[in-house]
Structure formats: structure tokens, C-alpha cells
T-cell receptor, first 113, second 120 residues
């Protein structure tokens, strides 16, 4: 079965600290992987995506993620958290050649001063 | 570019009435749009895939007759919740599929801001 798992429904960090949000996927075909951010009562905004090629992907707002096939992971990181990063983050997966997105359950990032 | 709008942003209706939600791609054409439902503090659940000029494809468990989808043009898809009940209260989000050639060729989805439906 194809699925996405996000470890930790909530992650709390201090402002300036490293952000690490975990995502693992299960797929029988090569995946496209995405990270989206959602602010309260808003739609989703694409942070970054992996399709092919370089496994370290850089996105907007200083975020990056690394595709590790051997670990079936696509963890999201940011070196230094900012208060404005507080939001809900969704990892999503699409089997290559298909158009549907399968979303993880989301991780709420809390940033304290 | 790739802006998707939804209207209305919030709607409150009485049980038994129907509600229409519009999803528009503002600066591009989208042959394929998607409708999602999101319950509080939960992930997005794909309801259906809307293709311009053809019938929508519904996910398993989604009632076709209750959630009517029409994709009449390349910039507009509508979701009508018919005979709404309180359990239909939710956050509905649409997205439009866009082909992106950078950094590699793939499809992306751009999401609307969502519509919060409350059925009383």
C-alpha cells in the first residue's frame, strides 16, 4: 500500500533552533515527494518538491529536505526557526506517473520565543 | 502566478439546503482540479478529481449524488453540497494541477484558500 507517515503530530522548538520534521513514505513505484505548509484557515502552500535528480532539495523560507531512498524518508529541515514558521506542515506523496497526492497526517510546528 | 481562488471563504447554511463552492484558477488554465475535505486538526482527504468537460472521478466512499462536481471551463470547477447536514460541516479545499518544467518535469498542485462550511 502507498502511504505517508509523519512522526510527531506536534513539534516544539525555540526561536533560532533547528527544525526537523519527519516524513517516511511507502511506495512500490518511484515517488514524487512534497512538503506543504498550512497557516490557520488557509489553503496549502508548496514549500518544496522532489521529483528526480538531486536528492537535497531547497525550498522557500529557508527550508530544505533530503530524499533518502534507502530510508524511504523525506525529512524537512530548517537551520534556524522563526516565529513565523509556526504552522501545520504536510508531507505528501505521488506515485510517479500518477496525479493524486496522498497526504500525511500533518505536524504542527510550535515556535517559542 | 498559479493562483487559485475559492468562493465563498465561509458559508453557514441550514440543514437540508444546498451550497455551491467555486474554485477558480486565476492566471492559468487547469484541465484537472481536485477537491479535498479537511476535518479539524486532521489531514486532507481527497474527495474527487475534476476534469474539464467530463465527469468527475470520486474517491471510494464519497457520495456522488451528495457532492456534485462540475468542471465546465478550464478555469472553474464547482462543488455543490446537496441537502447538507451538520456532518457535512468541514473545511473544503480545491487545488489545480499545473505542469511544471523546473527543476524537472512534473505536475504540481496549487491550492485554494479553502471554504469553511457550517451546517446548522
Amino acid at each position: 500500500a502507498q502511504s505517508v507517515t509523519q512522526l510527531g503530530s506536534h513539534v516544539s522548538v525555540s526561536e533560532g533552533a533547528l527544525v526537523l520534521l519527519r516524513c517516511n513514505y511507502s511506495s512500490s513505484v518511484p515517488p514524487y515527494l512534497f512538503w506543504y505548509v498550512q497557516y490557520p484557515n488557509q489553503g496549502l502552500q508548496l514549500l518544496l518538491k522532489y521529483t528526480t535528480g538531486a536528492t537535497l532539495v531547497k525550498g522557500i523560507n529557508g527550508f530544505e529536505a533530503e530524499f533518502k531512498k534507502s530510508e524511504t524518508s523525506f525529512h524537512l529541515t530548517k537551520p534556524s526557526a522563526h516565529m513565523s514558521d509556526a504552522a501545520e506542515y504536510f508531507c505528501a506523496f505521488s506515485p510517479r506517473g500518477f496525479q493524486k497526492l496522498v497526504f500525511g497526517t500533518g505536524t504542527r510546528l510550535l515556535v517559542s520565543p | 502566478g498559479a493562483v487559485v481562488s475559492q468562493h465563498p471563504s465561509r458559508v453557514i447554511c441550514k440543514s437540508g439546503t444546498s451550497v455551491k463552492i467555486e474554485c477558480r484558477s486565476l492566471d492559468f488554465q487547469a484541465t484537472t482540479m481536485f477537491w479535498y475535505r479537511q476535518f479539524p486538526k486532521q489531514s486532507l482527504m481527497l474527495m474527487a478529481t475534476s476534469n474539464e468537460g467530463s465527469k468527475a472521478t470520486y474517491e471510494q466512499g464519497v457520495e456522488k449524488d451528495k457532492f456534485l462536481i462540475n468542471h465546465a471551463s478550464l478555469t472553474l470547477s464547482t462543488l455543490t453540497v446537496t441537502s447538507a447536514h451538520p456532518e457535512d460541516s468541514s473545511f473544503y479545499i480545491c487545488s489545480a494541477r499545473v505542469y511544471s518544467s523546473r527543476p524537472t518535469a512534473s505536475y504540481e498542485q496549487y491550492f485554494g484558500p479553502g471554504t469553511r462550511l457550517t451546517v446548522t
